[in-house]
């Protein structure tokens, strides 16, 4: 990739502090939340289903503030900034979605490029390169030039985890990265991913997933999350 | 305190509300216009101008876009009411005048009836009905698909890519097609009253020329600006207002078509009435 041109700021810790959300007043989803998050690491964010594993990685990403508490980066408290002031961090923190999330008027293409073309973190002919491959490792360079509702669900789920993941985030927030996706297309991404991890531009990964043998074999720290509580367990059992 | 007089204090807090509620509301949409002009403006990518200039051409791209749906598409619709607004004013004034002999007073009563009322209105209608509608129900959509979150994880300022782009590219859009729908009613007119009167071009354009005033600019751009500014402000905060269910996207796209037409036209007849007014204080009616 080419020279950085905007600036971001590394991902040294993450805390949650007395951390509280709910979506309406009465249906509390998470409850005086006080954790750090194992920056380096991979974490499992698990738990019963329902008990509010989704909000908190979208808290992770700060697509939803906290109702009560703080949210600490780099020992700043970044849950009370501005979108402006906030602008550095977030570009450190990918996220993928667990369904939707792509712009139904853009391309594949132009979806992927669109967060690079946007804050010129690249050259065009240099992205446009770089996506091309991309596409030819996950073999849907035919369809790079369609729009979102012309493509598979499956497709649609990878282009949105690949999309962050080209930006090169140090901080990757996954929602259920694999459901959805065939086992051949699991096993390049998850590769890609681990690579990425090797060569420490992805240093954190936080995720969920319904599948049992992968957080095992990243070795991932367990975070499970019941009853409005988030509590760090070690290694996935 | 007596029954009624409980019953009376209950319907003026009733009524408070709902006043305070519709300050609050206007409110609301001039912060949204407001945020997204300063974050477009002054926004995500400060102390970057090199940046900027990128994410402001991507903001530009959509603007050019909206400009193109809702003012470009919208020309033949426009091009037909225009003609047909024109025609028939001249058509139905023609035969009043036509008694007195004022046909003179051709020019007078396009200028009144065309450029300072049916104009503005006809043209707010139109786009109301064809973008109002339509970026509502696309913003509406674009919540329900989390392509906003999207945009956000993606440090891309939704006032700035999604509001910014409709408000900006609206208000152009409508002001262009009222000066449009000008222009096209004056020649229908021209053509009904060439046929009706036989009346030679240089005598319709005298009196087109006559009848027009330095404030019919003026009241051009507020009454054309503001319809643009309202409904297009009003559709995006509709069309933000949704929650995550599809179910949302009919009822804020009915809000905001609604709330358009009654800001729209109150506003139209609230600066007419204002206009007016003061031309009968200026001639000394008042």
């Not at chain 2, 087109?208 to 905060?237: T, Y």
Request: hydrophobic share 45%.
């Amino acid at each position: 990739m080419s020279e950085l041109k905007l600036g971001r700021y590394r991902i040294r810790s993450f805390e949650l502090r007395d951390v509280g959300f709910s979506y309406m007043p009465g249906s509390c989803i998470l409850d005086g939340v006080t954790l750090q998050i194992p920056v380096g690491g991979i974490t499992h964010v698990t738990g019963p289903s329902g008990q509010g594993q989704s909000t908190l990685l979208k808290m992770l990403s700060f697509l939803v503030e906290p109702t009560a508490g703080r949210i600490l980066v780099n020992d700043t408290v970044a849950s009370e900034m501005s979108f402006e002031e906030f602008l550095p961090w977030r570009l450190e923190i990918g996220y993928t979605f667990e369904s939707g999330g792509l712009l139904s008027n853009r391309t594949l293409s132009e979806n992927l490029m669109l967060p690079h073309l946007y804050h010129n973190l690249s050259d065009i002919d240099e992205l446009s390169q770089k996506v091309l491959e991309i596409a030819k490792t996950f073999r849907f360079q035919n369809q790079l030039n369609q729009r979102p509702a012309m493509v598979s669900g499956g497709l649609r789920k990878l282009v949105t985890i690949l999309r962050p993941i080209l930006l090169r985030p140090s901080f990757l927030v996954m929602d259920d990265p694999f459901s959805g996706l065939d086992p051949e297309t699991t096993r390049t991404l998850e590769s890609l991913i681990l690579d990425l991890r090797e060569k420490n531009e992805v240093e954190t990964i936080c995720f969920t997933s319904r599948d049992e043998i992968w957080p095992k074999r990243l070795g991932a720290n367990s975070l499970w999350v019941e009853n409005g509580r988030a509590e760090l367990r070690g290694l996935a059992a | 305190m007596s029954d009624e007089m409980t019953i009376l204090l209950q319907q003026a807090d009733a009524v408070g509300a709902r006043i305070f509620e519709f300050f609050r509301y206007l409110g609301s949409l001039g912060l949204l216009v407001y945020l997204s002009f300063r974050a477009t403006i002054f926004g995500s990518t400060e102390g970057h101008t090199h940046v900027k200039k990128y994410g402001l051409r991507q903001v530009f791209s959509v603007v050019s876009a909206q400009i193109y749906f809702t003012g470009w598409q919208a020309l033949p619709m426009i091009t037909v009411l225009a003609l047909a607004a024109g025609g028939i004013a001249i058509l139905q004034s023609s035969a009043q005048l036509s008694l007195f002999g004022g046909t003179g007073m051709l020019g007078s009563i396009l200028v009144i009836t065309i450029v300072r009322e049916m104009g503005p209105l006809i043209t707010a209608l139109i786009v109301i009905a064809r973008s109002g509608a339509a970026v509502a129900s696309e913003i509406g959509n674009m919540r329900v698909h989390r392509e906003i979150e999207a945009l956000e994880v993606m440090g891309i300022n939704p006032l700035s890519y999604i509001v910014f782009p409709r408000v900006a590219g609206g208000v152009i859009s409508v002001v262009c097609l009222a000066f449009y729908f000008n222009a096209i009613s004056l020649v229908g007119g021209f053509f009904v009253s060439r046929a009706i009167h036989d009346l030679p071009f240089s005598f319709y354009f005298e009196s087109l020329a006559n009848a027009f005033v330095i404030e019919d600019i003026i009241l051009f751009f507020v009454k054309n600006g503001f319809s643009g500014l309202m409904i297009f402000a009003l559709a995006c905060h509709q069309g933000l207002s949704v929650k995550l269910s599809s179910h949302e996207v009919p009822q804020v796209t009915t809000k905001a078509v609604v709330h358009s037409i009654i800001a729209v036209t109150s506003f139209n007849v609230v600066v007419s009435v204002i206009f007016y007014v003061k031309q009968l204080v200026r001639m000394g009616i008042l």
